[in-house]
């Protein structure tokens, strides 16, 4: 049924664009009324326009400006498709007959504040404030019959804020992001542009296309789409404004989200339980015996049949309720021993004491050892010579003050006499 109503509205556009057999054509329009959805876009917000299944929403932003603006308008008139423009107010200023070709050939004309600033979101919200009442004057001032565009707006580059939304709802403007772009306003060919919009929209399978008709690949990609789109059995939507002339649509909440839950989820139908609520009364009775596993009842007969150990009364395996003192009576406890308080000197003080000691000889014996290492390299240095005395005799360990101060011969002059040859100071001497 859903592929035959969907070939029924792809004739009637068809039939209602004389000429161009091939159009995609629009099949159907839609009233919105701003107020009761300030904002739509799932770019960015949790709903969007409330469209059927491959059901698609041209959009177009920065216009108008005159060379492109207008091929793009030839092109929707060539398919009978009709879309919703953002234009800028400094270009409605700049061409105001651009702005009335959009609204003479049938499509929606809405703002998108007056110079298109860049970072939207980081100026202050009096100018933001300003760009926005401007963007709307201008265009107002461009369509030249007192009448007024949609109230419609787009933020440059969707860069929101609290603040700016709060505004656009007060003055009753509808503020739309998007489903989905095509990347159209990056440095991309207008293949890429064609390729991006076709996966996105089949990812999403509906929703708002966001395009810029100010773009030459936008203006060669778009007829690509749009016949691609018709292909593939989507159709285009018109979104106009209520009036007191012209009802809103009727439409239900959930039609308002891109993809609502279905209706055989539990969770969409049944309401949630905050909390759950205890029922009968508070305390369980106690267990039986003959309620417990097999495994642990008859532990009794099991023990006395294997006749080695002597069966014991069976014991419940939850814990026996305890008799409490009445209510009011303090528990007497006695008064501790002066024995509780006395801590022996633990074990780990005596164990450190033998360590310390046993270090502090290690060291010592370390010292020795270095100090011994010294004396033997300082005795190499001087040679073997010093070596070879032999020791003084016993009888002899006392000598006379003068021997005592005597100068001993140098040691390169008595090997000089001796005919020997010695090394000093790495020069060898004869």
Known sequence: MGILTSVAAQAASAANCPGHPDAIGTSR???????????????????TLPLADREVVLTFDDGPLPKY????????????AKATFFLVGSQARANPEGVRKVRDAGHTVATHTQNHPGGMDRLPFDRSKEEIERGIASVTAALGDGSAP???LRIPGLRRTDEIEEFAASKGLQLWS?????????????????ELAMQRLERKGKGILLLHDIQPRTVTALPRILREMKARGYRIVHVVP???????????????????????????RWPKVPKFASAGPAALPVPALSDLDW?????GARASRRGRSVPLPLVAPWSRQTMLPPAGTLAALPVPARSIFKTPEPAGMTLLASFASRAASTAQARSKEVSSAKLTGKSRRHGHTTA?????????????????GATAPKPAAQAKRNGRSVRVAGLKKR
Request: hydrophobic share 35%.
């Open 29 to 47: 329009t839609i009233v919105v009324d701003p107020r009761a959805h300030p904002v739509i876009g799932t770019m960015q917000y949790g709903k």
């Open 69 to 80: 603006s207008n091929e793009i308008l030839d092109i929707l008139a060539a398919h009978c």
């Open 150 to 152: 949609a109230p419609f």
């Open 178 to 194: 998007a489903d989905f772009p095509a990347d159209d306003w990056r440095d991309v060919s207008a293949n890429r542009v064609y």
């Open 242 to 268: 209520a009036t007191p002339d012209r009802p809103v649509t009727p439409t239900e909440p959930k039609q308002w989200q891109l993809h609502p839950a279905p209706e055989m989820v539990a969770t969409s």
């Open 295 to 299: 495994h642990t009842s008859n532990l």
């Open 388 to 404: 070879a005395q032999p020791p003084a005799p016993a009888g002899h360990a006392e000598q006379s003050p003068q021997s005592a």
